[in-house]
């Protein structure tokens, strides 16, 4: 094992520390994503998404290419890392993967340039103790019908919750061992 020193950049992940604590940010991942996006130039919006309208999977006309939707739409999920306030707007967007529309890349486009206005926003973690815990459960097939088990787990770094998941597994389980 070898020590590279302060951690200043990670898989996108801008990190900067000072006496107060760490400061977490994907301003260079933003701005590349906005560049691919091709709207450097647009003017920026106050919200992500306008909470009253509704997407529908039949909105719109088909997108001739599925590609840069969905390229974008993965790349803002993983934005949500430091930007947990878009994360109900990339959820309803991710719905329509398999075959988006253009009212659903211009909710895409609409969330670009939402984050263009706050490019250098970020998580501030005060100092703490580095230690991780992790937790995980499972319900043991609680489901009655299929008889699947929903397992979940939970990372945090002292008391910030810092990853989590939960998912129905795909096969029944017949034993813990």
Not at 78 to 104: E, G
Not at 137 to 155: E, K, M, V
Request: charged residues 20%.
């Amino acid at each position: 094992m070898k020590d590279l020193g302060h951690l200043s950049y990670f898989l996108g992940l801008e990190i900067a520390s000072d006496k107060f604590g760490y400061y977490l940010s994907q301003a260079k991942y933003a701005n590349d994503l906005i560049s691919r996006a091709g709207i450097t130039h647009t003017k920026v919006v106050n919200t992500p998404f306008d909470s009253t309208e509704y997407l529908v999977a039949t909105d719109g006309i088909p997108l001739s290419d599925e590609t840069l939707y969905q390229q974008l739409v993965g790349s803002l999920i993983y934005l949500i890392v430091t930007r947990p306030n878009i994360a109900y707007v990339v959820h309803i967007v991710s719905q329509f993967m398999s075959s988006p529309r253009t009212t659903h890349f211009s909710v895409v486009l609409c969330i670009l340039r939402y984050i263009r206005g706050i490019l250098f926003h970020g998580l501030h973690f005060a100092h703490f103790s580095p230690e991780l815990r992790a937790y995980s459960d499972a319900d043991w097939a609680d489901d009655l019908i299929d008889r699947r088990s929903t397992i979940g787990y939970c990372f945090f770094l002292d008391t910030y919750l810092i990853s989590w998941r939960s998912k129905k597994q795909t096969a029944v389980s017949h034993s813990s061992t």
